[in-house]
């Protein structure tokens, strides 16, 4: 039987993703008049990965920045994760564990937030040329950059340390995805669409 | 056309171009003022709809035409770019319980969509003059 209400899933990633309000009323609308489940599921679907590649179009300065930043060497952050005894041997281990390891982690991990906001900063100033970047949107992107970058980060430092043995080169390409993909949302945040807002209704 | 000017101002006594006019020249590029085939098809379903057309009776009478399904995302982004360049207008209905509590957006096309469709339609017409038939074709 007939669920009354479409896919609860699909229609929270409409409203959440899409922020358009007469397609998420249109859909409910088919779906009322006997359209299926599959087919709202496709429509959100759809209406997802238009609203995705809409955002790259307009957005496309963040994800060249983003990629051609992650992609710079950055040497001084890269020395604390290839060549991580020397530091630990040279001025970490002073410290008593664990704060020689708590130090270590934040060492590395602020060197690179301080690649990514540098890159970020150096983004922003370079939209402002072309639009407005008001201060909420900064404040957003920092944030984003930090919730996600951190993490990440966090992620490369405990592989970099583990005692299995990793690929070096493996690592060196996960570490600029994790450069990649914060940069490019802080970025996509923080930059306002280059063709106005592109799927938010506009009554007149 | 107010992207041609903002060309023409940044251009100094030399005539040559700053950095910032490749960001303008790719923004002009996308920002095409020709219908596009999508676009062309979503603004006669709209005429076609009459009054109080909106997303759902829109992509129904394209899907009639084109025989498949279309999908309402789609309509919707076409609707978009169609009222950014000034062809369509649209006006927010009232939250009707039908629809889960949410809006209807009625679209219209405006006097300039009327005119773009008729310069379209003239200009297509010309270029179909002379069309070669397929070969085991029915005319």
């Given amino acids: 039987m007939k669920q009354v209400n479409p896919p609860a899933a699909a229609t929270w990633l409409l409203e959440h993703m899409t922020k358009n309000e007469a397609l998420a009323g249109d859909l409910f609308e ?7 489940a599959g087919w709202y599921w496709r429509q959100v ?18 994800v060249v920045f983003a990629a051609l930043w992650s992609a710079m060497p950055f040497p001084w952050w890269w020395r604390f994760v290839v060549r991580r005894e020397d530091i630990l041997t040279g001025y970490v281990v002073v410290f008593p564990w664990p704060y020689s390891m708590i130090c270590f982690l934040a060492l590395s991990i ?51 340390l583990s005692a ?14 994790c450069f990649f993909v914060p940069l490019l949302v802080s970025a996509w945040l923080g930059l306002p669409a280059a063709g106005g ?7 007149s | 056309m107010t992207g041609d ?3 023409v101002d940044r251009t100094d006594s030399t005539n040559r171009l700053h950095g910032q006019d490749f960001f303008s ?13 999508f676009e062309l098809m979503v603004l006669l379903a709209l005429i076609q709809t009459g009054d109080d057309a909106y997303g759902l009776p829109i992509s129904q009478e394209l899907a009639n035409h084109r025989r498949r399904d279309v999908s309402l995302g789609s309509v919707y982004a076409a609707l978009d770019r169609l009222e950014r360049k000034g062809c369509v207008s649209s006006a927010l209905g009232e939250p009707t319980a039908e629809r889960g509590g949410r809006a209807k957006r009625y679209f219209r096309a405006t006097k300039a969509g009327l005119r773009q469709v008729h310069e379209t339609r003239k200009v297509l017409t010309r270029l179909w ?4 038939a397929l070969k085991g074709a029915r005319a």
């Avoid at chain 2, 020249?25 to 085939?37: A, W």
């Fill in chain 1, 45 to 62: 679907m759809a209406a997802l990965a238009i609203r995705f590649s809409e955002g790259l179009g307009d957005r496309w300065p963040a």
């Fill in chain 2, 129 to 132: 003059h002379g069309l070669p």
């Fill in chain 2, 5 to 7: 000017n903002t060309l």
């Fill in chain 2, 25 to 37: 020249i790719i923004e002009q590029m996308r920002e095409r003022n020709y219908l596009g085939e």
């Fill in chain 1, 30 to 36: 088919g779906y009322q008049h006997g359209r299926s």
């Fill in chain 1, 110 to 160: 602020a060197s690179a937030v301080a690649f990514v906001w540098l890159g970020l900063a150096l983004c922003l100033l370079f939209g402002c040329l072309k639009r407005t970047v008001r201060r909420p949107r900064v404040l957003r992107a920092l944030r984003a950059s930090l919730l996600i970058f951190v993490p990440l980060q966090f992620g490369v430092v405990l592989l970099s």
């Fill in chain 1, 164 to 177: 299995a043995r990793i690929n070096q080169e493996l690592l060196l390409v996960f570490s600029h995805f």
């Fill in chain 1, 197 to 203: 807002a592109a799927s938010s209704p506009a009554p």
